[in-house]
């Protein structure tokens, strides 16, 4: 196998590293200062940077086989999303955020002519975000036929009447849409119950209840909220792909979104450990650096183990998904899911225990990193789901040998 990338990746790699150097790292305290300045704004500096991003041609690099991005594959875009992961708040300044990323993708891949050019354009030119409506308080979502929310046509609309939460990007004040996700026919077989449709978010009868916090955060400006929709009504055209096909484009809107989840983890790792290593060549305990003693060394160098096998592992799940497609590739896209978190948690946590009492403090981004990472654990699925499906996929292979 050959593990160098391409020199189209290496040239936009250099690119983009360049950028964050000169660009995100030394705005990172601005851009925090300004989001609690005002919490549910639009921080300045995300625009100016989007614009210098724009500029670079570092726009839209998650779009694979698309006029519109840059045509990368999964294998090539692995390292750029990596780098964008360093720093949490940075892969919007390249319009390269969840959930708008997954959303793009699925009105470029399932939408029609018209529902493409309504929402589209405002997208892909970073001027409008979206959000993904699935997660439900009342059942657990990890089964996703479990969800009662309802989607009912009444002539030329649909009237819509659920109640949604954790949903992400609602709290930034340029989200205008909503794929919302619900059942058409609760008598339909199972995996044929459930439709989505696109719904404008100023929509009447849409209610934003709070904003659900992860450990005490917020995320503001971007935020998960808790929403309510009471006969919000929309037109039968906002229908995507037809009714009782939700659950065929969740699977395939899940599958990217939960490998660039795990490749901005793997950044958010390394930075991290950069953190870790340089926090403990510098403070001294019992008569010398931190970095001598054998616990933090052995820390280090599992973080570094750890990092590297999660890299190897996505890199794989990103090169069958390239060549044999999302469903064949859907055990490595699995075990990433699993594997990516949890090894930044472990990462997180020893960079903070490295940091001592700063690393839970605002003075560092540990904490807030630890936490969300800690959620990744739950979004687009829990380990659980993914680990029963590994060993579904494992077992099958003996069953057919016999």
Known sequence: MNFEYNQKTKDLLARLNAFMDSHVYPNERLYHEQVCADRWGNPPIIDELKEKARA????NLFLPDSEHGAGLTNVEYAPLCEVMGRAHFSPQIFNC?????????????????????????????????????????????????????????????????????????????????????????????KHKQQSMILVPLKTPGIEVIRPMTVFGYDDAPHGHMEIRFENVRVPASSI??????????????LGPGRIHHCMRLIGLAERCLELMCRRVSKRVAFGRP???????????????????????????????????????????????????????CKVIDWAIQAHGAAGVSQDFVLANYYAHAR?????????EVHRNQIGRLELAKYAEAT
């Not at 670079?56 to 726009?59: E, N, P, R, T, V």
């Not at 037809?242 to 969740?250: K, N, T």
């Open 56 to 59: 670079a041609g570092l726009w």
């Open 97 to 189: 955020a969840a959930p708008d990323t997954g959303n793009i993708e699925t009105i470029e891949r399932y939408g029609t002519q018209e529902q493409k050019a309504r929402w589209l354009p405002g997208m892909l030119d970073g001027t409008i975000r979206s959000a993904f409506a699935m997660t439900e308080p009342e059942v657990a979502s990890s089964d996703a036929t479990n969800i009662r929310s309802s989607i009912v046509r009444d002539g030329d609309d649909y009237v819509i009447n659920g109640h949604k939460w954790w949903i992400s990007g609602v709290g930034d004040p340029r989200c205008e849409l909503l794929i919302f996700m619900g059942k058409t026919d609760p008598q339909a077989p």
């Open 240 to 253: 995507l792909l037809g009714e009782g096909r939700g659950f065929e484009i969740a699977q395939g809107r």
């Open 290 to 344: 931190i970095g001598e003693q054998s616990v933090t060394l052995e820390r280090i160098a599992e973080s570094r183990i750890l990092i590297d096998q999660a890299r190897l592992l996505t890199l794989k799940a990103a090169y069958m998904m390239d060549t044999v497609g999302n469903k064949e590739a859907r055990a490595e896209i699995a075990m990433i899911k699993v594997a990516a978190p949890n090894m930044a």
């Open 375 to 383: 959620k990744i654990r739950f979004a687009d699925g829990p380990d």
